[in-house]
Protein backbone atom coordinates (compact mmCIF):
# COMPACT_ATOMS: atom_id res chain seq x y z
CA UNK A 1 0.00 0.00 0.00
CA UNK A 2 1.27 3.60 -1.13
CA UNK A 3 1.22 6.32 1.15
CA UNK A 4 1.13 10.26 -0.11
CA UNK A 5 1.47 12.59 1.75
CA UNK A 6 2.38 16.70 1.66
CA UNK A 7 4.11 18.66 3.98
CA UNK A 8 3.27 22.94 4.30
CA UNK A 9 6.54 23.93 5.56
CA UNK A 10 4.97 25.89 8.08
CA UNK A 11 4.00 25.15 11.85
CA UNK A 12 0.33 25.40 10.32
CA UNK A 13 -0.35 23.40 7.07
CA UNK A 14 -1.53 25.57 4.13
CA UNK A 15 -4.00 22.79 2.57
CA UNK A 16 -4.02 24.71 -0.78
CA UNK A 17 -3.04 23.39 -4.47
CA UNK A 18 -4.15 19.58 -3.51
CA UNK A 19 -4.70 19.33 -6.63
CA UNK A 20 -1.99 20.20 -8.55
CA UNK A 21 0.68 18.36 -6.01
CA UNK A 22 -1.40 15.06 -6.52
CA UNK A 23 -0.97 15.44 -10.12
CA UNK A 24 2.99 15.43 -9.55
CA UNK A 25 2.97 13.16 -6.56
CA UNK A 26 1.10 10.47 -8.64
CA UNK A 27 3.07 11.23 -12.16
CA UNK A 28 6.06 10.97 -10.02
CA UNK A 29 4.97 7.64 -8.93
CA UNK A 30 4.03 6.01 -12.06
CA UNK A 31 7.44 6.39 -13.25
CA UNK A 32 8.61 3.80 -11.03
CA UNK A 33 5.72 1.01 -9.74
CA UNK A 34 2.45 0.71 -9.46
CA UNK A 35 0.47 2.80 -7.71
CA UNK A 36 -1.66 0.24 -5.49
CA UNK A 37 1.11 -2.27 -5.28
CA UNK A 38 3.86 -0.43 -4.48
CA UNK A 39 5.78 0.01 -0.67
CA UNK A 40 5.00 2.60 1.70
CA UNK A 41 6.41 6.30 1.18
CA UNK A 42 6.49 9.23 3.54
CA UNK A 43 7.96 12.42 4.31
CA UNK A 44 8.72 12.50 7.94
CA UNK A 45 6.47 16.06 9.13
CA UNK A 46 4.89 16.98 12.21
CA UNK A 47 1.80 18.59 9.99
CA UNK A 48 0.58 17.40 7.13
CA UNK A 49 -1.27 19.75 4.14
CA UNK A 50 -2.95 16.29 2.85
CA UNK A 51 -3.10 12.54 2.99
CA UNK A 52 -4.38 9.93 0.90
CA UNK A 53 -4.17 6.40 1.52
CA UNK A 54 -4.67 3.66 -1.48
CA UNK A 55 -7.11 1.52 0.04
CA UNK A 56 -11.12 0.71 -0.27
CA UNK A 57 -13.64 1.84 2.52
CA UNK A 58 -16.47 -0.42 1.40
CA UNK A 59 -20.12 -0.09 2.55
CA UNK A 60 -21.86 2.49 4.69
CA UNK A 61 -20.23 6.12 5.96
CA UNK A 62 -20.95 7.17 8.96
CA UNK A 63 -21.49 11.09 8.31
CA UNK A 64 -20.87 13.14 11.63
CA UNK A 65 -21.82 16.47 12.56
CA UNK A 66 -19.87 19.36 11.23
CA UNK A 67 -17.91 21.13 13.86
CA UNK A 68 -17.48 24.70 13.03
CA UNK A 69 -15.49 27.76 13.04
CA UNK A 70 -13.86 28.69 16.87
CA UNK A 71 -15.86 32.19 16.70
CA UNK A 72 -18.85 33.40 15.37
CA UNK A 73 -18.75 36.52 12.53
CA UNK A 74 -19.54 40.08 13.82
CA UNK A 75 -22.34 41.99 12.50
CA UNK A 76 -20.10 44.60 9.92
CA UNK A 77 -21.37 48.13 9.74
CA UNK A 78 -18.84 49.87 7.54
CA UNK A 79 -20.23 51.15 4.60
CA UNK A 80 -18.37 52.69 1.27
CA UNK A 81 -20.48 55.50 1.45
CA UNK A 82 -19.32 56.31 4.90
CA UNK A 83 -22.66 57.36 6.56
CA UNK A 84 -24.49 55.41 8.85
CA UNK A 85 -26.07 52.99 8.24
CA UNK A 86 -30.44 53.00 7.60
CA UNK A 87 -32.13 50.39 9.94
CA UNK A 88 -33.21 48.59 6.84
CA UNK A 89 -29.54 47.97 5.70
CA UNK A 90 -28.89 47.30 9.37
CA UNK A 91 -31.59 44.34 9.36
CA UNK A 92 -30.13 43.26 6.22
CA UNK A 93 -26.72 42.72 6.97
CA UNK A 94 -28.16 40.89 10.77
CA UNK A 95 -29.75 38.72 8.14
CA UNK A 96 -26.81 37.86 6.14
CA UNK A 97 -24.90 37.23 9.53
CA UNK A 98 -27.11 34.79 10.56
CA UNK A 99 -26.92 33.00 7.37
CA UNK A 100 -23.23 32.87 7.88
CA UNK A 101 -22.99 31.13 11.02
CA UNK A 102 -25.82 28.82 8.85
CA UNK A 103 -23.14 27.86 6.34
CA UNK A 104 -21.14 25.47 8.00
CA UNK A 105 -24.37 23.12 8.75
CA UNK A 106 -25.26 23.82 4.79
CA UNK A 107 -21.97 22.48 3.94
CA UNK A 108 -22.41 19.24 5.93
CA UNK A 109 -25.42 18.30 4.57
CA UNK A 110 -24.70 18.52 0.59
CA UNK A 111 -21.16 17.29 0.80
CA UNK A 112 -22.60 13.43 0.63
CA UNK A 113 -24.57 14.30 -2.53
CA UNK A 114 -22.14 16.30 -4.23
CA UNK A 115 -19.48 13.67 -3.15
CA UNK A 116 -21.34 10.98 -5.08
CA UNK A 117 -22.28 13.63 -8.05
CA UNK A 118 -18.58 14.37 -8.34
CA UNK A 119 -17.78 10.59 -8.24
CA UNK A 120 -20.26 9.70 -11.15
CA UNK A 121 -21.11 6.66 -10.59
CA UNK A 122 -17.39 4.92 -9.85
CA UNK A 123 -18.37 4.27 -6.58
CA UNK A 124 -21.07 2.13 -4.63
CA UNK A 125 -20.96 2.83 -0.82
CA UNK A 126 -23.41 4.90 0.80
CA UNK A 127 -23.87 7.72 2.97
CA UNK A 128 -25.21 7.36 6.69
CA UNK A 129 -26.41 9.71 9.53
CA UNK A 130 -23.56 9.37 12.35
CA UNK A 131 -23.11 10.55 15.11
CA UNK A 132 -19.42 11.40 17.83
CA UNK A 133 -18.86 8.97 20.48
CA UNK A 134 -18.77 10.41 23.64
CA UNK A 135 -15.91 13.02 24.01
CA UNK A 136 -15.25 12.09 20.14
CA UNK A 137 -15.65 15.48 18.71
CA UNK A 138 -14.03 17.84 21.58
CA UNK A 139 -11.42 15.43 20.82
CA UNK A 140 -11.52 16.20 17.20
CA UNK A 141 -11.80 19.75 17.91
CA UNK A 142 -9.25 20.40 19.83
CA UNK A 143 -7.24 18.77 17.25
CA UNK A 144 -8.04 21.32 14.42
CA UNK A 145 -7.37 24.42 16.79
CA UNK A 146 -4.22 23.21 17.29
CA UNK A 147 -3.21 20.94 14.19
CA UNK A 148 -1.56 18.62 16.70
CA UNK A 149 -2.82 15.20 16.48
CA UNK A 150 -5.21 15.38 14.05
CA UNK A 151 -5.31 12.09 12.37
CA UNK A 152 -4.95 10.03 15.78
CA UNK A 153 -7.94 11.77 16.70
CA UNK A 154 -9.95 11.06 13.66
CA UNK A 155 -8.84 6.97 14.19
CA UNK A 156 -9.85 7.15 17.90
CA UNK A 157 -13.61 8.43 16.84
CA UNK A 158 -14.07 5.89 13.77
CA UNK A 159 -12.88 3.06 16.12
CA UNK A 160 -15.63 4.02 18.62
CA UNK A 161 -18.37 4.50 16.27
CA UNK A 162 -17.00 0.84 14.90
CA UNK A 163 -17.46 2.32 11.12
CA UNK A 164 -15.68 3.94 8.56
CA UNK A 165 -16.98 8.14 9.11
CA UNK A 166 -16.60 11.25 7.53
CA UNK A 167 -15.90 13.90 8.92
CA UNK A 168 -16.34 17.51 7.86
CA UNK A 169 -15.15 21.05 9.62
CA UNK A 170 -15.28 24.44 8.96
CA UNK A 171 -12.25 26.19 10.08
CA UNK A 172 -13.48 29.80 8.89
CA UNK A 173 -16.19 31.76 7.34
CA UNK A 174 -15.69 35.37 6.53
CA UNK A 175 -17.95 37.69 4.59
CA UNK A 176 -17.95 40.70 3.88
CA UNK A 177 -20.69 43.05 2.47
CA UNK A 178 -20.02 44.24 -1.19
CA UNK A 179 -20.89 47.38 -0.24
CA UNK A 180 -17.78 47.94 1.74
CA UNK A 181 -15.85 48.38 -0.88
CA UNK A 182 -17.88 49.71 -3.80
CA UNK A 183 -20.38 51.58 -4.57
CA UNK A 184 -23.78 51.23 -5.73
CA UNK A 185 -25.01 49.92 -8.93
CA UNK A 186 -21.39 48.64 -9.94
CA UNK A 187 -20.90 45.30 -10.80
CA UNK A 188 -18.95 42.93 -9.11
CA UNK A 189 -16.92 39.72 -10.61
CA UNK A 190 -16.91 36.94 -8.31
CA UNK A 191 -16.90 33.18 -7.88
CA UNK A 192 -20.98 33.01 -8.53
CA UNK A 193 -20.74 34.97 -11.44
CA UNK A 194 -21.17 39.04 -11.97
CA UNK A 195 -22.82 40.79 -8.85
CA UNK A 196 -24.72 43.73 -8.47
CA UNK A 197 -23.61 46.06 -5.69
CA UNK A 198 -27.26 46.83 -4.28
CA UNK A 199 -28.05 48.65 -1.13
CA UNK A 200 -31.30 46.84 -0.45
CA UNK A 201 -30.08 43.23 -1.01
CA UNK A 202 -26.34 43.85 0.76
CA UNK A 203 -24.45 40.69 -1.47
CA UNK A 204 -21.83 39.43 0.33
CA UNK A 205 -18.77 37.67 -0.86
CA UNK A 206 -17.88 34.83 1.12
CA UNK A 207 -14.67 32.76 1.78
CA UNK A 208 -14.67 29.72 3.59
CA UNK A 209 -11.75 27.28 4.70
CA UNK A 210 -13.34 23.90 5.11
CA UNK A 211 -11.97 20.26 4.85
CA UNK A 212 -13.23 16.79 5.07
CA UNK A 213 -11.61 12.98 6.31
CA UNK A 214 -12.14 9.73 5.36
CA UNK A 215 -11.56 7.75 7.97
CA UNK A 216 -11.34 3.51 7.62
CA UNK A 217 -13.35 1.48 10.33
CA UNK A 218 -9.91 0.78 12.09
CA UNK A 219 -8.85 3.88 12.04
CA UNK A 220 -6.41 4.39 9.15
CA UNK A 221 -7.39 8.01 7.91
CA UNK A 222 -7.88 7.15 4.17
CA UNK A 223 -7.95 10.82 2.71
CA UNK A 224 -8.13 14.21 4.57
CA UNK A 225 -7.87 17.47 2.86
CA UNK A 226 -8.91 21.03 3.22
CA UNK A 227 -8.89 24.38 0.96
CA UNK A 228 -10.07 28.15 0.87
CA UNK A 229 -13.35 28.70 -1.20
CA UNK A 230 -15.01 31.70 -2.48
CA UNK A 231 -19.18 31.80 -2.39
CA UNK A 232 -21.84 34.68 -2.34
CA UNK A 233 -24.82 34.95 -0.15
CA UNK A 234 -27.26 37.21 -0.81
CA UNK A 235 -31.12 37.61 -1.32
CA UNK A 236 -31.40 35.28 -4.12
CA UNK A 237 -28.15 32.79 -3.09
CA UNK A 238 -29.29 31.99 1.00
CA UNK A 239 -27.22 29.96 3.09
CA UNK A 240 -28.21 26.71 1.52
CA UNK A 241 -27.26 27.46 -1.46
CA UNK A 242 -24.33 28.88 -0.70
CA UNK A 243 -22.94 25.94 1.07
CA UNK A 244 -23.98 23.30 -1.29
CA UNK A 245 -21.73 25.70 -3.66
CA UNK A 246 -19.14 25.02 -1.12
CA UNK A 247 -19.38 21.16 -0.63
CA UNK A 248 -19.85 21.32 -4.54
CA UNK A 249 -16.14 22.60 -4.72
CA UNK A 250 -14.49 20.53 -2.15
CA UNK A 251 -16.38 17.37 -3.14
CA UNK A 252 -14.46 18.43 -6.84
CA UNK A 253 -11.31 18.23 -5.30
CA UNK A 254 -11.71 15.10 -2.96
CA UNK A 255 -13.17 13.05 -5.71
CA UNK A 256 -9.73 13.07 -7.39
CA UNK A 257 -8.58 10.54 -4.69
CA UNK A 258 -11.79 8.96 -3.38
CA UNK A 259 -11.10 5.21 -2.85
CA UNK A 260 -13.02 3.84 -5.86
CA UNK A 261 -10.61 2.49 -7.99
CA UNK A 262 -11.76 -1.45 -8.09
CA UNK A 263 -8.35 -2.57 -7.42
CA UNK A 264 -8.01 -1.45 -4.11
CA UNK A 265 -11.25 -4.03 -3.80
CA UNK A 266 -8.64 -6.48 -4.93
CA UNK A 267 -6.03 -4.94 -2.51
CA UNK A 268 -7.63 -5.94 0.38
CA UNK A 269 -7.79 -9.89 -0.03
CA UNK A 270 -4.14 -10.01 -0.14
Not at 55 to 83: F, K, M, Q
Request: charged share 25%; hydrophobic share 45%.
Amino acid sequence: MRTLRGDSGRSTPDFRGFGRRLSRAVTALACTAPLWLAGCVAQPAADLSWNFEARAVPGEIRVLPVIGPASDPEVILESWVGAGLTPLRTSLREARTEELLALPDAVRASLPGQVHAALDGTWEGEFRVGRYPVGGRERVQAALRTRQDLDEALGVVARASRSAVLVTWVESVDGVPLTVHSPPGETVSTSAGPVLVDLFDEPYRVEATLGCALVASDGEVVLRYQDSFETVISGTRDARAAGRTLAEELALEVAKVWPADPRLDLALLD
